[in-house]
């Protein structure tokens, strides 16, 4: 298979799947005719480009920030392998994976990834669906929206977080509101954060409790249907926070003092992390460089590499996290990945990676080709 990519006049790029052609063989046209030859050197019917010369166009053409050089692939399609965006951040989701680009757009790839023009400070990938919070405060969002979360209301925005099939935001008043599948009501009160899970919420009121709400269950196995009860990740603890994030079945924040506490359900001791470690954001600064990690560790995701680290991502069946010295490192079902990275983050089955020229790489589940960023594949 191919990826097809199409482009808007902002140059925001979205994914299908396009089953490929070899060369001398016969493209369809929009009518479902055979309207060209691929191979034969010459440009027609549905063919993009026909031979090995460089096409007329540049990366810049077709939208991307980097890369000079045009080919034509066996396809007779772009060979875009050579572009590439700059992104300013990066954030994996479930089926799809989204970034913000040096000039604030918003380029997503995966399932469900077409994303509105427009310039954004923040943005977060759902299970198959994405949000962002735009310069001037208003949220939008995109993608996947059978129970309304790709639905957001008006007004403006502070933060805003995509869970599985709802989505959470705090507006620039401090009151937290939520939209699509209704896991519960968010209390009132002022919040300086919020984070969307599966199927529960959290935040952090102004005062620095955390406050919670939706299901304290999980449905645990697909097979069976059976469902744990004894998760609890909706209940939690007493204290003041600076930072929460809600997971599938879990919870987890980080204390003022900069200790970490957990809770939630432990069936692969994901709420159970070392002692003796501070941090600043639990996504996450450790104040003394120790690595705490908690989860399912069926797959290695929670048994960490004994270094010394700046912040880590958790996702599905995967963790990463930034060393002392800056380079990122990988464990778990689909581990691996080493380096001197920007930024890391850590997808429900796939990761994706900022390098240093800004260019994201990612591996994983690629089932809607979330794993595929533009200028890695071809069209």
């Avoid at 066996?74 to 700059?86: K, L, N, Q």
């Avoid at 979360?149 to 009151?175: I, L, N, W, Y």
């Avoid at 958790?314 to 930024?343: H, K, M, N, P, V």
């Amino acid at each position: 298979m191919h990826v097809r990519r199409r482009w808007n006049e902002a140059g925001v790029v979205a994914f299908g799947l396009l089953t490929g052609c070899g060369s001398g063989d016969a493209i369809a046209g929009a009518d479902g005719g055979e309207t060209g030859t691929c191979g034969n050197g010459i440009v027609d019917g549905a063919e993009q480009c026909d031979g090995d010369d460089p096409v007329e166009l540049t990366c810049a053409d077709l939208g991307f920030d980097q890369g000079k050089e045009v080919r034509c692939d066996a396809t007779c399609r772009y060979d875009r392998s050579a572009c590439a965006y700059s992104l300013q951040s990066i954030d994996a989701g479930g089926s799809l994976t989204c970034g913000i680009r040096m000039n604030g757009s918003v380029g997503c790839w995966g399932c469900e990834a077409t994303p509105p023009s427009g310039t954004f400070s923040q943005v977060s990938a759902g299970g198959r669906h994405a949000c962002g919070v735009k310069t001037d405060g208003t949220v939008v969002c995109w993608g996947y929206d059978a129970a309304g979360q790709a639905t957001p209301p008006s007004g403006t925005f502070s933060q805003v977080s995509a869970g599985e099939a709802h989505t959470c935001g705090v507006k620039t008043d401090g009151t937290v509101v939520c939209w699509g599948y209704a896991y519960g009501t968010p209390p009132s009160g002022t919040f300086s954060q919020v984070s969307a899970g599966s199927q529960h919420s959290c935040g952090v009121t102004t005062d620095g409790s955390v406050a919670c709400w939706g299901d304290n269950l999980f449905f645990e196995n697909d097979e069976t249907g059976v469902w744990d009860s004894t998760c609890s990740q909706a209940t939690p603890p007493s204290g003041t926070f600076s930072h929460v994030s809600a997971g599938a079945a879990h919870t987890c924040g980080v204390r003022t003092d900069g200790t970490l506490m957990c809770w939630g359900c432990n069936s692969d001791g994901q709420v159970l992390p070392p002692t003796g470690t501070t941090f600043s954001r639990l996504s996450a600064w450790g104040t003394d460089g120790i690595l705490t990690c908690w989860g399912c560790d069926s797959s290695g995701g929670t048994s960490p590499e004994t270094d010394t680290f700046l912040q880590v991502s958790a996702g599905g069946i995967l963790t990463c996290g930034q060393r002392a010295d800056s380079t990122w490192i990988c464990w778990g079902a689909i581990g691996g990945l080493e380096g001197a990275f920007l930024e890391v983050s850590a997808g429900d089955r796939h990761g994706c990676a900022l390098k240093t020229d800004r260019t994201a790489t990612c591996w994983g589940t690629n089932s809607c080709g979330q794993a595929t960023p533009p200028g890695s594949a071809r069209d």
